[in-house]
């Protein structure tokens, strides 16, 4: 069903609710112990999770296989951990904020160039997933630099 209404399963859409809820759950119950004591420990299990999903899903390939339950409680405990962490508070994060939000929206428009503008190249599946890779990486990397640096002023 994705892949027809949106013409990929990729579509970040559906987990938005999800980390929505997890941030208002955090915020309502971040004092409870498994959000206080051994963070890191959290972190590691979810982490680990997350990456013997990600094996799975290399093993098994498919039509876009990337939708990773384990996504969901890495981010909970990843959120968490950088909450409360000292080393934030260090410096000013906000540059970072700004090119999160342009990766997101741009980075969709960088892959489908960077797939059309190898069409004509003779390159390997593999090899063609690598340029793309690395075409998209820095191409989004350099638009949001210049249109921060353009703008001159704070996204949001």
């Given at each position: 069903?994705?892949?027809?209404a ?18 208002y759950f ?24 997350l ?24 981010t ?21 904020k700004?090119l ?26 593999w ?15 350099l ?14």
């Open positions: 069903m994705p892949c027809s949106f013409f990929t399963s990729r579509n970040g859409l559906f987990y938005t609710p999800i980390f929505i809820y997890l941030g955090l915020a309502d119950y971040g004092q409870i112990a498994l959000f206080q004591k051994k963070r890191w420990l959290s972190l590691l299990l979810a982490s680990l999770f990456a013997g999903e990600g094996v799975l899903v290399y093993i098994r390939q498919g039509l876009d296989k990337n939708f990773f339950f384990a996504l969901i409680p890495f909970l405990f990843l959120f968490n951990w950088l909450l409360k962490t000292r080393w934030k508070r260090e410096k000013n994060w906000r540059h970072l700004n999160s939000i342009f990766y997101f929206f741009l980075h969709p428009i960088f892959i489908e160039l960077s797939f059309f503008l190898l069409k004509s190249q003779q390159l390997t599946k090899e063609n997933g690598r340029w793309a890779f690395l075409l998209t990486i820095i191409l989004t990397h638009t949001s630099e210049l249109v921060i640096g353009w703008r001159g002023k704070k996204i949001i």
